[in-house]
C-alpha cells in the first residue's frame, strides 16, 4: 500500500504496508522496563467469588485486568499536564498523528556525575532540519531496553539546554528511549520537561514527550514519518505505539 505525502510542496513516498514499530511492548511481569521506584505491572484473571476470568479455569472468555503506571511500565506520550496543577489531557492535546520526523543517534556525554544529552550534541546530529518531531535514539542501544529496571541507577538525560534548542527548531514532539528526559533525582526541577513545554512562556499545550521507546539498530539515522498514536485515556499521559515509516527513495 503506497501513499504520497506533500510537505513543504514536495512530494515523499511511503509504503503502508511497512510500518516499524519502536514501542517497548508490556507483559505484565516483573521482566518488564520499570522505572520511578514502583512495582511491576500486572495482568491477571479478574477473579470475583468462583469465577476466575480465564478460559483455562472454565471461563467461557478470558477477562483480564490489567494494573500499570504509564511513566513507568511501558512506552507512553505525555502533555504539559504531566508538570501542571490544571489538568490537561494527552487525548484531548494530542489531535493530530502522522509527522515530519527525523531519527538520530547520541551517545550522551559524561557530565560531573552524569551523562546527559547536550544542545551540542544535538546541533550536530539534527543541524538545521525542520521537522515536526525527532526521535533520539541513544547508544549503547542494546535489547535489554526492553526489561531494564531504571529505578536509582540515574540513566542519562537532556539538558535545559538542549531542550530548548528543540522548541527553537520547531519541534513539536520528542521521542527518546529513555525513562525520563529530565535526571531522575533533580529536586522537582524538571528542567527539560519546562523548557520544551516553555512552561514559563506561551505553554505548548500542543507538544509531547514519548519515553520508553526503542529504535533497532537496523534502522538508520535519517527522515521518515512517525504515526503517533495514544490510547485514548483521559490523562497526563497514555500508553502508545509511535511507528516510523521509510521515505522511499523516487
Not at 1 to 28: C, E, F, Q, W, Y
Not at 124 to 131: I, T, V
Not at 211 to 222: L, Q
Request: aromatic share 12%; hydrophobic share 35%.
Amino acid at each position: 500500500m503506497i501513499a504520497t505525502v506533500k510537505v513543504n510542496n514536495r512530494n515523499h513516498t511511503i509504503d503502508l504496508s511497512k510500518p516499524i514499530d519502536i514501542s517497548i511492548p508490556m507483559k505484565g511481569e516483573a521482566s518488564d522496563v520499570n522505572a520511578w521506584y514502583i512495582e511491576h505491572p500486572r495482568i491477571e484473571p479478574h477473579t470475583e467469588g468462583d469465577f476466575i476470568g480465564a478460559v483455562s479455569k472454565g471461563a467461557a472468555v478470558n477477562f483480564n485486568d490489567i494494573w500499570f503506571n504509564p511513566h513507568a511500565h511501558v512506552t507512553h506520550t505525555e502533555c504539559v499536564g504531566h508538570i501542571t496543577e490544571e489538568f490537561h489531557s494527552v487525548n484531548k492535546n494530542l489531535n493530530q498523528y502522522f509527522f515530519y520526523a527525523e531519527v538520530v543517534t547520541i551517545a550522551p556525554e559524561k557530565f560531573n556525575d552524569d551523562f546527559i544529552i547536550s544542545k551540542k550534541q544535538l546541533q550536530y546530529a539534527f543541524g538545521n532540519k525542520k521537522r515536526d518531531a525527532i526521535i533520539i535514539r541513544t547508544l549503547p542501544n542494546l535489547r535489554d531496553k526492553f526489561s531494564k529496571q531504571y529505578s536509582k541507577t540515574n540513566p542519562p538525560y537532556v539538558t535545559e539546554e538542549a531542550a530548548r534548542f528543540l522548541v527553537d527548531k520547531g519541534i513539536e514532539h520528542l521521542l527518546i528511549d529513555l525513562p525520563s528526559i529530565d535526571r531522575e533525582r533533580d529536586g522537582g526541577e524538571l528542567l527539560a520537561h519546562r523548557a520544551f513545554w516553555d512552561f514559563d512562556g506561551k505553554m505548548r499545550k500542543q507538544a509531547t514527550i514519548t519515553e520508553f521507546i526503542f529504535v533497532p539498530n537496523s534502522i538508520e539515522d535519517g527522515t521518515y514519518f512517525l504515526n503517533l498514536q495514544v490510547a485514548p485515556f483521559e490523562n497526563d499521559a497514555s500508553p502508545s505505539r509511535p511507528v516510523l515509516y521509510r521515505n522511499i527513495e523516487q
